[in-house]
């Protein structure tokens, strides 16, 4: 496989930016193109950079991360403006109407996990659960029947239940459906707990056995975990939690910061653990039924952008955990005001879109303020059957709004008007 993946990028010359062969790839630094291509070809680079130990795709690939994530990256962890068919804009342009293709942020994914497999730093995986659950899972809608092609940050567009073009409705189940992939990643010495998902998952192949790893969570409404390991074998191994930051890019800064664990228990007993790349370290002989017990802090954070993001200026938005919220028309007499300086509290609303935890405020006028998470947006509205004939024939135009939709404005936004108080 290292092989045939090398010699396919090796092939890569002479070409055009759109598909990333217009340098060889071990010279290419800067994130351009299509962008579904291009987490696909950075996916492979991963990989060939990992097992084969060549320092001209690692340079080359770490400085392709590090350009794409700190400069040309959504808040919902979302890529490609669409400023080019289907990609990349230049750094920092990052218009909120984003095309951000649901293939895409799977293929986002698949990168971000490679360069976890490559380095096992929790950072990988902090950015792709927030692809996860923002971009990818809000592509759908609750009910699974319809799908956005493009996920734009502010927008009045319904989902659609076909595309002329379908590649996203293949891709956005089956990044899904390998939730377990995502969950735990198999070290030399011990094993990766990546992700907070209520879940029963085998792992095999730890320190000569095989492990059942159980966890019981309602993550990401709050952040108690607990997480059984029942080795076949009592085995000496490490379990590696990750301690989440909600700082994920150069481009946005949550504040207050929210990191470390409020509190972590082997057993019962509480445990200091030692905080490496990420992952909290516990080494020990695990034997059937140990229980790990983990207290993640989740907090509401307001977050800014970076002034270089012209469309970002004097907004706000608003995260909680892993989650990006939206206001909508459909909860908010007028979403296009600035929020005001109310103190934020959360509120659980069972009877809203399926359960969600909701974040509530004051707008400036002082009407009340209710954001829900960025997945559960616009399913208030009704979907249609497949895009516009025009938008058919111009897959690079799919998410450009409607003259209907330019007079009444975006129902759903995630950056309000509103400065942060410093
Ligand atoms: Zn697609």
Redesign the pocket.
């Known amino acids: 496989y290292i092989n045939l993946a090398k010699f396919l990028l090796d092939s890569r010359k002479d070409g055009s930016e759109y598909d990333q062969s217009h340098v060889p790839v071990q010279q290419q630094y800067e994130a351009v193109g299509h962008a579904?291509r291009a987490t696909y070809n950075y996916s492979a680079m991963a990989d060939v950079a990992a097992e084969t130990g060549d320092t001209d795709y690692q340079s080359a690939v770490m400085s392709l991360w590090s350009n794409m994530v700190n400069k040309k990256y959504y808040l919902t962890g979302g890529i490609g403006s669409g400023e080019t068919s289907e990609g990349f804009g230049g750094n920092y342009s990052l218009r909120n109407n984003a095309y951000c293709?649901?293939?895409s942020s799977a293929g986002l994914i698949f990168f971000q996990y490679k360069m976890n497999l490559a380095y096992h730093d929790a950072k990988y995986a902090d950015l792709y659960e927030e692809t996860m659950y923002n971009a990818l899972l809000g592509s759908l809608s609750l009910d699974g029947k319809d799908f956005y092609?493009t996920n734009a940050l502010s927008s009045a567009q319904p989902r659609y239940a076909w595309h002329v073009?379908p590649?996203?409705v293949g891709?956005i189940p089956r990044t899904l459906l390998m939730v377990p992939t995502w969950t735990y990643v198999r070290g030399d010495n011990g094993v990766y707990v990546n992700m907070f998902i209520g879940s029963n998952i085998r792992v095999d192949k730890v320190a000569g056995t095989s492990v059942e790893m159980i966890q019981k969570t309602d993550y990401p409404w709050s952040g108690d975990i607990e997480l059984t390991v029942n080795p076949d074998q009592s085995k000496e191994f490490t379990v590696y939690v990750r301690v989440p930051d909600r700082k994920t890019s150069d481009l946005y800064t949550p504040l207050p910061a929210v990191k470390g664990i409020r509190s972590l228990s082997v057993n019962g007993k509480m445990i200091k653990a030692d905080i490496r790349d990420g992952y909290a370290v516990i080494r020990r002989t695990w034997k059937k039924g140990d229980k790990v017990k983990v207290v993640l802090p989740m907090e509401i954070q307001k977050v800014t952008a970076d002034e270089r993001i012209e469309a970002d200026r004097g907004r706000v938005a608003l995260r909680y955990g892993p989650l990006i919220y939206n206001v909508e028309a459909a909860d908010n007499a007028n979403i296009d005001q600035p929020i005001g300086n109310a103190p934020l509290s959360l509120e659980w609303r069972k009877d809203l879109l399926g359960g969600v935890m909701t974040i509530k405020g004051k707008w400036a006028d002082g009407s009340p303020l209710l954001a829900i998470p960025n997945y559960a947006r616009l399913n208030r509205i009704p979907t249609t059957p497949y895009p516009q004939a025009a938008q058919q024939t111009q897959p690079t135009r799919a998410n450009e709004p409607g003259q209907a939709v330019i007079n009444r404005g975006p129902l759903s936004v995630i950056w309000m008007k509103g400065e942060l108080m410093k």
């Open positions: 579904v293709e649901s293939c092609y073009c590649c996203c891709n």
